[in-house]
């Protein structure tokens, strides 16, 4: 029995679509191949790397929508251009300690994803899973020969899916779990022009369940992908397994011609460890699921698809039932793969001192306040200049030189107040820290009230620049 309208969260698919089909092309010259072929197909969907509580903004209509975040931060950013001072901030949200921030808040937005393409490792690069395609001419693909796309279905109209309403590229250099895990993410090309398409076509942004929440032995979970219509795929044996694309490559391979076709289901929880999750379902889940969401009641993101337990299994209980990664694992990895994109992004000391944050850290050995222009030890401050100077000398690559000169002056202003708190006050830098960024953002926000209340004259675009 297929479910299209459960319980409140499975409702919400009538709204918006909450997931992607995702295509692997391929093409190899020493396979005698001509054009792009399918590789593997399976179910991918969106997810947000801002944080939950920065969306649901509405429209002027009062109206929200999963990308209200997305036009407000792109609007903000703009409108910092204009106010030199107060050019680059991280990601929005709830007021938290530096250290509780994700990787990629410490970004600038100029660089920084909005969402992640999450998908299961063995569809996206199918040469990495031997023990999943035993195929010998699979040892000639690597990630050079192949192609990803996601496609976009109305979901909502089961009568009309025979036909995507959408394809959008993604760039072909996904991030694999660096353990076992069956997980990975890939980004899309052209990002903002294609997220507003995206988001024309109703396609949902999806968020994590929150870590603080437990998973008892019958709550319920929902899942969603989309089935591949014809039977060309096989199950694998074992609990770990998913069902994959056994396609046999000769001289006359056929076109593709299977499709996709949008499925829920409902599950109850029947078992639980630290790196799987498994759910009775009325039926089990077909061919084409992997890498889809789970939902929990709430309608967030509480695991990734990973295939179902042999339907030939001992225990009669859990023959055939769904079994996926929860989803602290795949916010670990998120992490992980946050941390190295920031850390191909930012220079080698600013990094650093990005990860004495997160591991709670002062700014400086000694607790002492920061300062940039010397120090007591000379040998100290020597190497305090060098770091300095390789900021600087990084950012004016990146940014035009009166962008260099705003940035600078923010960190001069906020690090002056921080050093006049802690002269007056003292107290936890950490926490000073936040404290002065948030004053930052509040005359911020004030400055651009005035200027959209006509109180002030907005400054002159500052140019980006030229590559």
């Known amino acids: 029995m297929r479910y299209t309208a459960i319980a409140s969260a499975a409702s919400k698919s009538k ?91 410490f970004c600038p937005g100029k660089f920084r994803p909005l969402v992640h393409v999450v998908a299961s490792s063995h569809v996206l690069s199918p040469w990495l899973w031997k023990k999943y395609y035993p195929q010998p001419w699979l040892d000639k693909i690597s990630q050079e020969h192949v192609a990803y796309s996601v496609d976009v279905y109305d979901t909502r109209d089961e009568t009309s899916v025979s036909e995507p309403l959408a394809t959008f590229a993604l760039n072909p250099y996904p991030i694999h779990h ?36 437990n998973f008892e032995k019958d709550d319920t979970v929902f ?138 850290k002062a700014l400086n050995d000694n607790k002492k306040p920061m300062d940039f222009a010397g120090s007591e030890d000379k040998e100290e401050s020597i190497q305090m200049d060098t770091v300095y100077e390789d900021m600087v000398a990084s950012m004016k690559k990146a940014h035009t030189p009166e962008q260099v000169e705003a940035i600078l002056a923010t960190v001069e202003r906020e690090k002056q107040e921080i050093l006049d708190i802690l002269d007056r006050e003292g107290g936890d830098l950490d926490e000073i820290v936040a404290k002065v960024r948030k004053r930052t953002r509040n005359k911020q926000a004030e400055i651009l009230k005035q200027i959209e209340d006509g109180m002030l004259e907005e400054a002159e675009i500052v140019p980006k620049k030229e590559s």
Not at 56 to 81: A, I
Not at 243 to 271: A, C, H, W
Request: hydrophobic share 35%; charged share 30%; with cysteine.
């Open 178 to 213: 660096p353990g076992n895990m069956d997980l990975a993410i890939a980004h899309l090309k052209q990002e903002e022009s294609t997220l507003k398409q995206m988001q024309a076509l109703g396609v949902e942004m999806l968020h994590l369940t929150d870590l603080s929440k």
């Open 15 to 105: 709204q918006s679509m909450r997931t992607l089909a995702l295509n692997v092309h391929f093409k190899h010259p020493s396979l005698g191949m001509k054009q792009h072929e399918i590789l593997s197909r399976a179910t991918a969907f969106l997810l947000s790397v801002d944080p939950k509580d920065s969306t649901n903004q509405g429209d002027e209509h009062g109206q929200s929508s999963p990308y209200d975040h997305l036009v407000k931060s792109r609007s903000e950013r703009e409108s910092r251009s204009r106010k030199q001072d107060y050019a680059f901030e991280p990601a929005g949200g709830k007021s938290r300690n530096a250290s509780e921030l994700d990787w990629l808040e």
């Open 223 to 360: 899942f969603e992908g989309f089935e591949i219509a014809e039977d060309l795929f096989d199950p694998l044996n074992d609990v770990e397994g998913t069902n994959v694309e056994k396609k046999q490559k000769d001289d006359s391979s056929e076109e593709d011609t299977r499709i996709f076709m949008p499925y829920t289901n409902r599950g109850d929880l029947i078992f639980a460890s630290q790196t799987r999750f498994l759910a009775s379902t009325e039926e089990p889940l077909p061919e084409g699921l992997c890498g889809g969401p789970v939902f929990d009641t709430d309608g967030d993101v509480c695991g990734i698809i990973e295939g179902i337990v042999p339907k030939d299994h001992e225990d009669e209980k859990m023959a055939g039932s769904a079994s996926f990664i929860p989803y602290f694992r795949l916010k670990e990895f998120i992490d992980f793969a946050e941390r190295n994109i920031l850390e191909q992004i930012l220079p080698k000391q600013l990094f650093e001192k990005v990860v004495d944050i997160k591991d709670g």
